[in-house]
């Protein structure tokens, strides 16, 4: 099956300061953006998604995992990854997350990138030019809290009525300066011991 590819697009991130301090490890973020035509555009409520998602996913999941991988220098130096996909407002919702959910794009992009946890997600339904918030954690370690985190992917012209974006992202790092702890070093924390009546939110005022 053809995979029309109208545009890629590579998002680079160096976080290199907080606070107008130079961060102890800098982290570099990327995100890879295809902007695809979308198989079932025009043909109503497809049944059965399948032969498409076979066809298309591995294509994309190559060709984004690839530029992915070389933008940060090395499978061995991504250790966080997150994916995503907006589709146009002509299409479904289930059409961006046939792209990106199933093992035809997820398992490659894993495997590409050495990694071994479920990948998280972002996708949403949305008109030409509208960011999309990728999160990301861990490759091999999901509950790994410093590595959560997000990138922002914008394509000022896509997707169009009948185009997804299909995004692949991945950070060098966790966040800069991280230093949150860990589920390894949390603290017990039961509701038992911090019910809600022992708060209340002083000065809170109900807008009308």
Avoid at 54 to 63: D, K, L, N, S
Avoid at 84 to 95: N, Q, S
Wanted: charged residues 25%; proline residues 5%; hydrophobic residues 40%.
């Amino acid at each position: 099956m053809n995979v029309r590819v109208r545009r890629i697009c590579t998002v680079v991130e160096d976080m290199v300061t907080e606070l107008g301090r130079p961060v102890a490890h800098p982290v570099r973020r990327v995100a890879v953006a295809a902007v695809i035509a979308n198989p079932w555009s025009g043909r109503g409520v497809v049944a059965d998604l399948n032969d498409e998602v076979v066809g298309v996913a591995p294509v994309v999941a190559h060709e984004l995992t690839a530029r992915l991988v070389d933008a940060l220098g090395g499978a061995d130096r991504i250790e966080a990854f997150g994916k995503a996909a907006i589709v146009g407002l002509g299409g479904e919702t289930e059409h961006a997350g046939a792209l990106i959910h199933t093992p035809y794009f997820g398992n490659l992009f894993r495997e590409i990138t050495d990694g071994t946890s479920v990948i998280v997600f972002s996708d949403e339904r949305a008109e030409a030019g509208a960011s999309l918030t990728v999160p990301m954690w861990h490759k091999v370690n999901a509950t790994t809290r410093s590595h959560y985190q997000t990138i922002t992917v914008r394509v000022p012209d896509a997707p169009r009525a009948d185009e997804i974006v299909v995004i692949a992202a991945g950070s060098s790092g966790g966040r800069p300066n991280a230093r949150i702890g860990d589920r390894s070093s949390d603290p017990q924390v039961r509701l038992a011991d911090h019910p809600r009546s022992r708060y209340k939110i002083e000065n809170l005022e109900t807008v009308r």
